[in-house]
């Protein structure tokens, strides 16, 4: 499973800034809003159109409420703009669980809430597309508060017991067969570094069908690892480095493609991003995207899948003839062919 390349969706429950609270950005902080100026299809829909990648930014809302009244509204209404509409008309983030949004208060609609909500959408698909490749789930632990100014909540900060609760939720969602865990890679190697660095990921065959959960940041691994050495009993796969007990997964956004070749080849699973802050796609430059491509990198998160290509230039990522997966470029398998990564079942 890691000698195949597949794409991803960076932020995919991304669905964009509303009309009003987008003009009061755009008066007050345009660049900013530039950034932010990107937005996704629901989730099965970009599983459908090929992603094997998702991304989903997680804050912690043990008690439930603490994001229910966002304050863009409230600017808005100040401005004398029309209301947008209500953005969550069921009440769901009044609920205790895991929330899914890019900033609180500010940036904070998504195709999908809460995050066992866009968990289960994930499954269907995936339980309607039986023999499809790994599904890659990355996720981002959200626990940045904002300055004065913004007017915007206190985060709830990640504990190990937080991540308890995280771990719980993703097992609420996902039968054990359905996933691949730190324990179903380690087996019964000492760590996990050690078995992946002696080619011990599961077979392509093995892992059809299943999930995979990805950390996004790496300062908050050693809170996840807390009583869990080298990830044991764990549900995610830590952004560890090189040369640690947990290093399975590595994220190397900004990492020279000679850097990045080097640890796929060691056996490392990598992600890496095509594009950021919009830039590269308004002015359809593909340098990045294409080192990106080049060097073997499993997981090439974009904003701009093929399905979904940028409306100022066309710019967009995709792997050759539209392909879902393809051969890894750099650790190349023998037994890899194109037949090999074909699904049946899906679109």
């Known amino acids: 499973m890691n000698q195949i390349q597949v794409i991803g969706t960076h932020n995919s429950y991304h ?10 950005m755009q008066a007050q902080n ?18 459908s159109s090929g992603v094997r990648q998702i991304e989903l930014d997680v804050y912690a809302d043990s008690q439930g409420g603490r994001y229910a009244h966002p304050a863009g509204p409230r600017f808005v209404a100040a401005a004398g703009l029309p209301p947008d ?22 940036d904070y609609r998504s195709v999908c809430q809460p995050f066992t909500a866009c968990l ?26 904002l300055p004065a100014q913004y007017h915007a909540v206190a985060t709830e900060k990640f504990t190990s ?8 939720e993703i097992r ?21 570094e050690e078995s992946v660095l002696s080619n011990g990921w599961p077979t392509l065959a093995s892992a059809r069908g299943k999930v995979v959960f990805l950390m996004d940041q790496r300062p908050v691994g050693p809170v996840y690892l807390n009583g869990h050495p080298s990830l044991r009993g764990r549900v995610i796969f830590t952004n560890a480095q090189p040369g640690e007990p947990d290093c399975a997964f590595i994220e190397e956004n900004d990492g020279t493609p000679e850097v990045i070749s080097a640890l796929v ?16 796609a308004r002015a359809n430059q ?15 998160s974009t904003d701009y899948p093929a399905s979904e290509p940028a409306s100022w230039s066309g710019y967009s990522v995709s792997l050759p003839e539209g392909v879902v997966a393809r051969c890894n470029p750099v650790f190349k398998s023998t037994s890899c062919t194109a037949a090999a990564l074909t699904e049946t079942g899906q679109h």
Do not use: C
């Open 15 to 24: 669905v964009g800034i509303a009309p009003s609270e987008t003009k009061l």
């Open 30 to 47: 345009p660049e900013r809003y530039k950034v932010l100026e990107y937005r996704h299809r629901p989730l099965d829909q970009q599983l």
């Open 85 to 106: 509409p209500d953005f969550d008309p069921q009440g769901l983030m009044n609920k205790p669980g895991f929330k899914v949004m890019h900033v609180q208060d500010w």
């Open 120 to 145: 289960q959408i994930v499954r269907q698909w995936s339980l309607a597309h039986p023999g499809h490749l790994p599904i890659y789930i990355l996720v981002e632990t959200k626990q940045t508060d």
């Open 161 to 168: 017991a937080t991540f308890d609760a995280l771990d719980a």
């Open 172 to 192: 609420s969602v996902f039968k054990p067969s359905e996933l691949i865990t730190p324990d179903d890679v380690r087996g019964k190697h000492k760590t996990l």
């Open 265 to 280: 080849q060691k056996g490392y699973l990598i992600r890496t991003r095509t594009d950021e802050e919009t830039l590269e």
């Open 286 to 300: 593909t340098a990045k995207r294409d080192a990106s491509l080049a060097s073997g990198a499993q997981l090439l």
